[in-house]
């Protein structure tokens, strides 16, 4: 088991960077290190850090106080023992004893503990990840984002959490080795953490990691993250995938269970909810942002797909 000392790991191409340094950077550069972009910003990928790992309590400040910024990466927040809540989006669960989260890039997340929790925290990149592609290692993650499911909750049961720990404990010490190639013995096991996640993978993610239409879902909602606010019609995705509207939907909705339009649709709103948590953003500005001329139609769209109007929304959020 690890010790309580301060203690975290980023992975470079050559050398690594003590937490300590963090703290000294510029307002910019302490996000990209801590996997975070604010609100109000694309989602951007940060490669400088594509890998990282450490022991949760010395990462829980760092969790418990990102408000109003995004996750550039994925991250796995494994819960050994502790309970508390995660916010994520706005949508809050809570926790209580060993529970694993697998959280998407782009969205907003908070960790709150009632007591001391144990356990550990990964932020892994989508291009490390690539680097399994084609495998049934981390295609649980690829599923739960063609889903749409940006928070994955799993309960490894006591024989898996014995091996994923010794996994984690493996890859704390091979960074700290310096040995020859330690970059790919730490891809590798993150490719075995990845299969016993996806071990406790629930029915419909199995059914969506095994499907051809994977891949094509995948690529759909990526383009839908990047491109919301300038496409709002299926058949503009159609046409970047090269295949006609109907073709997609129905792969989409077969993956996932709900039409392409709806992902669509989900997106802006989860994305306007975002930036209304902004105390200093109107709703023109983010009708504007969300490529809405006329803001009535926005206002009307945010109700429509979201169930109450957005001032009584953004009322509601600084009530």
Request: proline share 4%.
């Amino acid at each position: 088991m690890h010790g309580s000392g301060f203690f975290c790991i980023a992975l470079y191409t050559s050398d690594f960077v003590t937490w300590h340094k963090y703290w000294k950077a510029p307002y910019e550069s302490i996000l990209t290190h801590m996997n975070l972009t604010p609100l109000n910003s694309p989602i951007v990928q940060h490669t400088s850090l594509p890998f990282v790992v450490s022991p949760l309590e010395t990462s829980l400040p760092m969790l418990q106080c990102n408000d109003g910024l995004r996750l550039t990466q994925v991250e796995i927040i494994w819960i050994q023992r502790g309970s508390g809540s995660l916010m994520a989006d706005f949508n809050t669960v809570t926790f209580s004893g060993n529970v694993v989260f697998c959280l998407a890039p782009g969205l907003c997340r908070t960790l709150t503990s009632a007591d001391r929790v144990v356990g550990y925290y990964l932020s892994i990149s989508r291009d490390f990840l690539k680097l399994s592609e084609g495998q049934a290692d981390l295609s649980i993650l690829s599923a739960q984002h063609a889903l749409g499911n940006k928070v994955l909750r799993l309960q490894p049961d006591a024989a898996q959490a014995f091996e994923m720990q010794d996994v984690i404990e493996k890859m704390l010490r091979e960074y700290h080795s310096y040995f020859m190639l330690r970059a790919e013995i730490l891809k590798n096991l993150v490719r075995i953490l990845g299969i016993y996640l996806t071990r406790n993978t629930p029915q419909d993610l199995a059914v969506a990691v095994n499907s051809r239409d994977l891949d094509m879902v995948r690529k759909f909602m990526a383009l839908v993250e990047q491109h919301y606010a300038t496409k709002k019609k299926v058949s503009e995705y159609a046409d970047d995938l090269c295949v006609t509207p109907n073709y997609l939907n129905q792969r989409v909705k077969r993956v996932s269970g709900f039409p392409a339009s709806y992902h669509i649709q989900q997106q802006i709103v989860l994305e306007a909810k975002r930036q209304a948590a902004c105390p200093g953003l109107r709703m023109k500005e983010i009708a504007d942002a969300l490529g809405f001329q006329d803001h009535a139609h926005f206002s009307k769209f945010f109700k429509t797909y979201s169930g109450v109007s957005f001032s009584s929304y953004k009322s509601a959020l600084f009530a």
